[in-house]
């Protein structure tokens, strides 16, 4: 069954989980997981859907990945408010099964502790909702450290005798700074479960803003994505990993839009300081323009969460980010004083246990906003209208009042499909209808 659902073979494993039911053993989460793995890679919604029911009439609750995995099945062949109701469905019913009173418990989150962080700053809340919390981590941490700082911390304000539960469903790498929406649950709890299905379903909004440097991708404006496979390898007994473009990996698509173009530093200029330590070198050569290297702001947004995916699919195209020290340029780099890896989550946006949109934004951390003050951006010439639009302001000291402008095109390139805002899907199959219905009466649940 595992081998048909790395095949995406559906047929096969549904035929293997029913010969299961009929002769033993007795199917379980595993099992369904599988099965319904397998159809979401042939984007087979019919037998999805009707798996998570088979589930819910053995008393098996889907947990958060299998009810995203088939949303996902669902997003992909009829658009996402078809596959957003289809989770609205299964929300309830976690929900009634975690309280039977089926009250939504406000969170334990007082607003006075929305600004509050730990004292060493390496994570601080941004925001909260019913069911999440979303917080800023600084670069130079893992999430996991981050988080059980953030859950000690909480605890001591609130007079706590053990740390508060929070479960975060994806991680930001160590030297990538940004925001990171947490669960108010422990592992399997409603939150957690409803969190874990909106990323599993490709439903969540994730934007970054990063610095890349090489032949350059347009004018400012222009727009495109990556989708090749990406595989990953652990390395040191799983303490490391890297990532690498492979026909077998697993899917992985990156869109990308330029906001702001700029000049490589001069020759003059070779031998600054690295952040690795070491004198730099412009291997590049002077030769700037449209033929030569150049530096370049991008917005990006993935639309899957492979690991280390925005730096494996800039860098497979010949865009390494700035300060990269596994898939970047290192040596050869036009900038290697910058200081860290130049990637930062900028903003997300999901929805809390009350079906309710919550967005949390990051501004560009200083160090970033100060690589970006010692360039000189490329004159560019040309019939588009320019708007000055004013993001990413870094405002942790209070010195820092000045923002980046970048300028934005006011006619675009025609967006690729990952930067779509709608997606011209046909309406909600109505059987989705009679499985929400069907599963919240006479089930148990």
């Known amino acids: 069954m595992s081998a048909c659902e790395k095949g995406g073979q559906w047929e096969r494993a549904l035929a293997l989980l029913s010969s299961m039911q009929e002769v033993g053993p007795t199917p379980n989460h595993i099992s369904y997981s599988a099965v319904i793995s397998a159809c979401e890679k042939a984007a087979a919604w019919e037998p999805a859907v009707a ?5 819910l009439t053995r008393q098996l609750m889907p947990n958060g990945l299998q009810a995203g995995s088939v949303a996902s099945s669902v997003r992909l062949a009829s658009g996402k408010e078809p596959a957003w109701k289809l989770l609205d469905g299964l929300l309830a019913l976690w929900l009634e099964h975690e309280r039977p009173e089926g009250k939504l418990q406000s969170s334990w989150l007082d607003d006075d502790l929305c600004d509050s962080g730990t004292s060493e700053g390496v994570v ?3 925001g909260h909702g019913p069911g999440v919390v979303g917080i800023f981590k600084s670069a130079g941490v893992t999430t996991e450290v981050a988080v059980h700082e953030l859950t000690q911390h909480l605890a001591r304000q609130k007079h706590m005798p053990k740390p508060f539960d929070l479960h975060f469903v994806s991680r930001l790498d160590h030297p990538t700074s940004g925001v990171l929406p947490l669960a108010l649950g422990a592992v399997g709890s409603a939150a957690a479960k409803w969190l874990e299905a909106q990323f599993a379903g490709r439903l969540v909004r994730k934007e970054y803003v990063c610095l890349c440097e090489g032949p350059s991708l347009g004018l400012t404006g222009c727009q495109g994505n990556v989708s090749t496979s990406l595989h990953t390898v652990e390395l040191d007994g799983g303490r490391a990993s890297r990532t690498e473009v492979s026909p077998l990996g697993r899917q992985a698509f990156t869109g990308y839009e330029v906001l702001a173009r700029y000049a490589p530093p001069p020759s003059s200029n070779p031998l600054l300081p690295s952040h690795d330590g070491e004198p730099g070198a412009n291997v590049h050569g002077d030769k700037q323009g449209p033929e030569g290297p150049e530096l370049m702001l991008l917005r990006v947004r993935p639309l899957t969460g492979r690991t280390h995916q ?11 980010l700035l300060g990269d020290l596994t898939y970047g340029a290192k040596g050869a780099s036009l900038l290697r004083s910058c200081p860290r890896l130049f990637l ?16 949390i934004e990051s501004e560009l951390p200083h160090e970033l906003e100060d690589v970006l003050a010692q360039l000189q951006r490329v004159a560019e010439t040309g019939p588009e209208e320019h708007i000055a639009m004013t993001i990413l302001a870094g405002t942790d000291s209070a010195d820092r009042d000045k923002r980046s402008i970048v300028a934005i095109p006011t006619r675009l390139s025609t967006a690729g499909p990952l930067l779509a805002s709608g997606d ?14 069907h599963a919240r009466i006479g089930e148990g649940y």
């Not at 930062?344 to 949109?357: F, Q, V």
């Not at 011209?424 to 219905?437: M, R, T, V, Y």
């Open 51 to 55: 798996l998570l029911h088979d589930m």
């Open 124 to 126: 601080r809340v941004l």
């Open 310 to 320: 925005i730096r494996v699919h800039l860098a497979s195209i010949g865009r390494p």
């Open 344 to 359: 930062h989550a900028r903003r997300i946006e999901l929805r809390d246990l009350a079906g309710k949109p919550f967005v």
């Open 424 to 437: 011209g899907s046909p309406e909600s199959p109505d059987e989705l209808d009679a499985f929400i219905n």
